[in-house]
């Protein structure tokens, strides 16, 4: 009987042991083999006018490592590519290399942008948004990350429609108000793209734009009616859009007009309504987002 009061009370002893070793909270360590080096981003955009860019690049470890850090700048393709010592310029001794000395985890990447003219007086000529890419090529005694090569984007901002482009303030006859913004298109120069036509469509992501083309003088901007979305309301509707008054099924356009005090108006009203059926723009079954005729917008 003792004896296997005994067994018993090792057993308990193994199993208590057993579970005061294993911390079911404990965090799993960084193992100092996997360090990396790496970008803190995919992706930069910089004005055309800002001069300089820094793009971080950083060393994930447990402690501060030395390491050199190897990366090469490459052109963009075609019309809308950057290209080196016309569109940008690096700012190194031209070895191309990050030296960590064991003090500090980030280093930048730091790239000159040049505004393109036209030789003649430095006019700023209208190139278009010029793209182009910096990679990672080697981490010297570590390894690269994931996100060893970003996407650098020079904003063009000679653009013709730059005057028209940009956030606004819309407000309505009837007291709502909310934040529009007009978008350039990749490649029509005449045609803007509206993130925010009414309050529920404002930040919801390009399924949720229209389009609209502004007149040869700037002063008008011709939104066609009937434009339907292609982001689902649910399983059944289709988001639609349209105008309120006389083309409220689709035909048509709703002006803005540049006022004296550089605003632009219109006495239409907008909305978005659930189609039952997005081929037939008479199928409207209710409204999901209603704005009111007399709309202004103020650039902000």
Same mark, same amino acid.
């Given at each position: 009987?003792?004896?296997?009061?005994?067994?018993?009370?090792?057993?308990?002893?193994?199993?208590?042991?057993?579970?005061?070793?294993?911390?079911?909270?404990?965090?799993?360590?960084?193992?100092?083999?996997?360090?990396?080096?790496?970008?803190?981003?995919?992706?930069?955009?910089?004005?055309?006018?800002?001069?300089?860019?820094?793009?971080?690049?950083?060393?994930?470890?447990?402690?501060?490592?030395?390491?050199?850090?190897?990366?090469?700048?490459?052109?963009?393709?075609?019309?809308?590519?950057?290209?080196?010592?016309?569109?940008?310029?690096?700012?190194?001794?031209?070895?191309?290399?990050?030296?960590?000395?064991?003090?500090?985890?980030?280093?930048?990447?730091?790239?000159?942008?040049?505004?393109?003219?036209?030789?003649?007086?430095?006019?700023?000529?209208?190139?278009?948004?010029? &793209?182009?890419?910096?990679?990672?090529?080697?981490?010297?005694?570590?390894?690269?990350?994931?996100?060893?090569?970003?996407?650098?984007?020079?904003?063009?901002?000679?653009?013709?429609?730059?005057?028209?482009?940009? &956030?606004?303030?819309?407000?309505?006859?009837?007291?709502?108000?909310?934040?529009? &913004?007009?978008?350039?298109?990749?490649?029509?120069?005449?045609?803007?793209?509206?993130?925010?036509?009414?309050?529920?469509?404002?930040?919801?992501?390009?399924?949720?734009?229209?389009?609209?083309?502004?007149?040869?003088?700037?002063?008008?901007?011709?939104?066609?009616?009937?434009?339907?979305?292609?982001?689902?309301?649910?399983?059944?509707?289709?988001?639609?859009?349209?105008?309120?008054?006389?083309?409220?099924?689709?035909?048509?356009? &709703?002006?803005?007009?540049?006022?004296?005090?550089?605003?632009?108006?219109?006495?239409?009203?907008?909305?978005?309504?659930?189609?039952?059926?997005?081929?037939?723009?008479?199928?409207?079954?209710?409204?999901?987002?209603?704005?009111?005729?007399?709309?202004?917008?103020?650039?902000?």
């Amino acid at each position: 009987m003792k004896k296997n009061i005994y067994k018993f009370l090792l057993a308990g002893i193994a199993l208590a042991t057993t579970v005061v070793s294993c911390d079911l909270n404990k965090v799993p360590e960084f193992d100092e083999a996997d360090a990396f080096a790496a970008f803190t981003s995919g992706s930069y955009s910089i004005d055309e006018n800002k001069g300089q860019l820094s793009i971080p690049v950083t060393i994930a470890s447990i402690n501060p490592i030395a390491t050199v850090v190897s990366y090469k700048v490459v052109d963009g393709d075609g019309e809308s590519g950057a290209k080196a010592g016309i569109d940008y310029k690096v700012v190194d001794d031209g070895s191309s290399v990050l030296t960590f000395d064991g003090t500090v985890r980030t280093q930048n990447i730091v790239i000159d942008i040049i505004r393109r003219t036209d030789g003649n007086g430095g006019t700023e000529v209208f190139t278009g948004d010029l &793209t182009f890419k910096v990679v990672l090529e080697s981490a010297g005694s570590i390894n690269l990350g994931a996100d060893n090569e970003c996407t650098v984007t020079i904003v063009d901002l000679d653009h013709p429609l730059s005057d028209v482009l940009g &956030t606004y303030t819309a407000a309505s006859n009837d007291g709502t108000s909310w934040t529009l &913004t007009m978008l350039k298109d990749a490649e029509d120069q005449s045609m803007v793209w509206i993130d925010g036509i009414v309050p529920y469509a404002a930040g919801q992501g390009e399924d949720y734009y229209i389009y609209a083309t502004v007149s040869s003088d700037h002063k008008t901007i011709s939104i066609p009616n009937g434009q339907v979305f292609t982001a689902m309301y649910s399983s059944y509707y289709q988001v639609y859009l349209g105008f309120d008054g006389d083309y409220i099924y689709g035909s048509g356009t &709703t002006d803005l007009k540049l006022q004296d005090d550089g605003t632009w108006y219109t006495e239409g009203g907008f909305y978005l309504g659930a189609l039952t059926d997005p081929n037939d723009l008479n199928s409207l079954a209710g409204y999901l987002d209603m704005v009111y005729p007399g709309i202004t917008l103020t650039k902000n």
